[in-house]
């Protein structure tokens, strides 16, 4: 029912770019809070931004407001996350997070909430 596959991570430098895509199906997507989060090692999981995607309303956490974008294509049930000017803090695994609550918040979770695997940015400095 809720599957998410997340691609894009990689190796960048300071400064670079990258995109990161998540693909969902149909059931998670339609309708849903699409929120993007991050886990540093021995941090705790952040929520780094949110898509709904019954309108395209977006939230972002002030960490990256201004340098990531997130956006979607509902052809391909898929949100992306444009990741700007990175900086090495914002090294950590990525994941694709989908929830429907009624509402739509940066770091929005529950119990039904589906989830990616996961995929790693590293920032060198």
């Known amino acids: 029912q809720g599957q998410l596959v997340e691609s894009g991570g990689g190796s960048v430098q300071a400064g670079g770019s990258l995109r990161l895509s998540c693909k969902a199906s149909?059931?998670?997507?339609?309708?849903?809070?699409m929120g993007w989060f991050r886990q540093a090692p021995g941090k705790v999981r952040e929520g780094v931004g949110v898509?709904?995607?019954?309108?395209?309303?977006?939230y972002y956490a002030d960490a990256v407001k201004g340098r990531f974008i997130i956006s979607q294509d509902n052809a391909k049930n898929t949100v992306y996350l444009l990741m700007r000017s990175l900086k090495p803090e914002d090294t950590g695994m990525y994941y694709c997070?989908?929830?429907?609550?009624?509402?739509?918040?940066?770091?929005?979770?529950?119990?039904?909430?589906?989830w990616g695997q996961g995929t790693q940015v590293t920032v060198s400095s």
């Open positions: 898509i709904y995607t019954g309108g395209g309303q977006t």
């Open positions: 149909q059931y998670a997507y339609d309708s849903a809070c």
């Open positions: 997070a989908a929830t429907r609550a009624g509402v739509c918040y940066t770091g929005l979770e529950t119990e039904s909430t589906y």
